[in-house]
């Protein structure tokens, strides 16, 4: 694994992103954010699973106006998510929130973005450039705010950059040149409270626009694989890309993002950095697929544990194996672990048998060693 990439560190709120600090888990709320009840609840029930940080879409003003309502009744840094009107940022800068996310695709004037940008900068509320291949501005219009229509924008007629030859024009080189000119509007303003995304559906595109922009500035990244699928396929999509960039030391945040509820996309990020060993929280459970070696039904055992233990807050391991043979040794590492076998099974800790069990109090045995850790 690479050395982490050394970034200038921010502050959304209270949650330090980037430089030393640990990787953070986002997700983006799913409710009509002008509905401050439903809003609120499900930000409190994603500050419940670990969620660092939450993003709302602002579509219109009833939604800016709706922040200070819901930013005062929750715990974690709120970012508002802003396209198309500059003024609906300018409200939510003045509604108290902690961040900004604004697409430059999507506000391509110069004049609109500095006004913003001044208006944060007031008030020491970072940026982040969103960057994202469904909106990017048209070819050859890179902060143009006239004379190009976003429905003939060429993007799709660009190269994928596995696919280019030498000297063509890709989709990365318009991802990356499109990031620079707004985080060249905020630097000449002396606004360096920045944070980059360069987000694709694409993996491989994800992935070399990610790499060039982080040799290319000193600022925090947000990683996400945009619009990744439903949980399962998304979150598969989402291990691949974000895993190898950040086993790659890119990335300081990350958001997983699913067709499904947000807590899902919150265990799917927390799930990928504990793959890594970068970052620790709630239990971790192994567990052996099953064969024909196996005397119960090891995928029921291990999904009813999982299910137990999401309600628990403990950094350990528990290993659910099928094989009282095998089964210590192959998950020595965990903190508590059982091996099922036929009428019985063995309870061990960190490969060592701890005690034998009835099949009937198994369960409740296994839960109780996890209690006492």
């Known amino acids: 694994m690479n050395a982490r990439r050394t970034t200038k560190p921010i502050y959304v709120g209270d949650v330090k992103v980037g430089g030393d600090a640990p990787i953070t888990v986002q997700s983006m709320t799913k409710t009509d954010t002008r509905n401050v009840e439903a809003t609120v609840a499900q930000i409190r029930g994603l500050e419940e699973v670990g969620c660092d940080i939450i993003r709302s ?3 219109d003003m009833e939604a800016a106006k709706a922040l200070p309502e819901i930013k005062k009744r929750i715990n974690i840094p709120l970012v ?46 970072p940026i982040r450039i969103g960057v994202n291949f469904g909106s990017l501005p048209p070819v050859g219009a890179i902060g143009k705010s006239r004379g190009f229509s976003r429905h003939s924008d060429m993007v799709n007629t ?9 000297g063509d024009y890709t989709v990365v ?11 060249s509007i905020l630097e000449a303003l002396d606004f360096d409270l920045i944070k980059i995304s360069m987000k694709a559906f694409d993996v491989p595109t994800t992935l070399e626009a990610y790499r060039r922009i982080a040799d290319m500035v000193p600022y925090p990244l947000h990683l996400g694989i945009t619009e990744a699928g439903t949980v399962r396929a998304g979150s598969i999509r989402s291990a691949i890309g974000l895993g190898m960039l950040l086993y790659e030391g ?10 499904g509820d947000s807590k899902d ?34 995928i029921k055992l291990a999904n009813t544990v999982d299910n137990m233990l999401k309600t628990m807050n403990k950094d350990i391991k528990v290993a659910v194996m099928g094989c009282e ?19 019985r099974a063995i309870i061990f800790r960190k490969g060592q048998k701890a005690r ?10 296994l839960m109780e060693e996890v209690e006492k850790t």
């Open 57 to 59: 879409a602002v579509p």
């Open 80 to 125: 508002a998510d802003i396209h198309f009107h500059y003024q609906l940022a300018l409200e939510a800068i003045k509604g108290g929130v902690d961040m900004l996310r604004l697409n430059p695709g999507n506000i391509r004037d110069p004049d609109k973005v500095k006004e913003v940008v001044r208006a944060a900068k007031e008030r020491d509320i």
């Open 158 to 166: 660009l190269p994928k950059y596995e696919d280019a030859s030498e």
């Open 173 to 183: 080189d318009h991802m990356v040149d499109t990031a620079l000119w707004e985080i």
């Open 250 to 259: 890119i990335g300081d945040t990350i958001r997983v993002s699913l067709s």
């Open 265 to 298: 996309e919150v265990a799917s990020g927390y799930d990928i950095l504990r793959s890594l060993n970068m970052r620790q929280r709630g239990t971790t459970l192994v567990a052996c697929p099953s064969c024909g070696r196996a005397d119960v039904d090891v």
């Open 325 to 343: 043979v095998n089964g210590p040794g192959e998950a020595k590492d965990a903190d508590v672990g059982i091996a099922a076998g036929a009428g």
């Open 356 to 365: 034998v069990v009835a099949e009937d109090e198994m369960l409740s045995a």
